[in-house]
T-cell receptor, first 119, second 108 residues
Framework: DGGITQSPKYLFRKEGQNVTLSCEQN?????MYWYRQDPGQGLRLIYY???????QKGDIAEGYSVSREKKESFPLTVTSAQKNPTAFYLC??????????????????FGDGTRLSIL | EDQVTQSPEALRLQEGESSSLNCSYT??????LFWYRQDPGKGPEFLFT???AGEEKEKERLKATLTKKESFLHITAPKPEDSATYLC?????????FGAGTTVTVRA
């Protein structure tokens, strides 16, 4: 079955530590995204990538970094510079299309998330 | 800046009691409105995409409608398995902007 796999399901971070969240997809999607979900708030975009070896900052990129070396993989690193990392992190992917210079409006499909907490 | 507001925040229904969820939005150039269902501890599951005012989509007991300023998700004769958080998102330019969701609880 095609889908998005996030690991680990739970992660704990110590002070001053960087941690990396894994996201793998076998849907052959070009575009991938990272969101953060906090209680009572909508999902907020951290980073997105429309093509391999290219990625863009979202609305809350400070304290995070990403890489996109392979089409199917988009890992997220939560650095020690992120002072409030406790949240539910969601990875998504979608077909990427650009028609007439505008990004296509394809639905995004999500993994089952990683819950990050501070030790 | 794009804004998405969902109401109510929480909805408790008796099994079989139909109701509607609201998603009002402000966006510069709507290029799609999406509804998702999210179960506790899981990622959102895609339900519908609506592209233009007047459009309607249905799936089992769920029906989504769209106007120029808002969308409704109607739940007809809900069952306990319809209990979940329902998220609305609007697509403009490169990204989705999400509302905070409506948590629906259906009691048997």
């Amino acid at each position: 079955d095609g889908g998005i796999t996030q690991s680990p399901k739970y992660l704990f971070r110590k002070e001053g530590q960087n941690v990396t969240l894994s996201c793998e997809q076998n849907l052959n999607h070009d575009a991938m995204y990272w969101y953060r979900q906090d209680p009572g708030q909508g999902l907020r975009l951290i980073y997105y990538s429309q093509i391999v070896n290219d990625f863009q900052k979202g609305d809350i990129a400070e304290g995070y970094s990403v890489s996109r070396e392979k089409k199917e993989s988009f890992p997220l690193t939560v650095t020690s510079a992120q002072k409030n990392p406790t949240a539910f992190y969601l990875c998504a992917s979608s077909i990427y299309s650009k028609i007439g210079g505008m990004v296509g409006n394809q639905p995004q499909h999500f993994g089952d998330g990683t819950r990050l907490s501070i030790l | 800046e794009d804004q998405v507001t969902q109401s109510p925040e929480a909805l408790r229904l008796q099994e079989g009691e139909s109701s509607s969820l609201n998603c009002s939005y402000t966006v510069s150039g709507l290029r799609g409105l999406f509804w998702y269902r999210q179960d506790p501890g899981k990622g959102p599951e895609f339900l519908f995409t609506l592209y233009s005012a007047g459009e309607e989509k249905e799936k089992e007991r769920l029906k989504a409608t769209l106007t120029k300023k808002e969308s409704f998700l109607h739940i007809t004769a809900p069952k306990p398995e319809d209990s979940a958080t329902y998220l609305c998102a609007v697509h403009s330019d490169y990204k989705l902007s999400f509302g905070a969701g409506t948590t629906v609880t259906v009691r048997a």
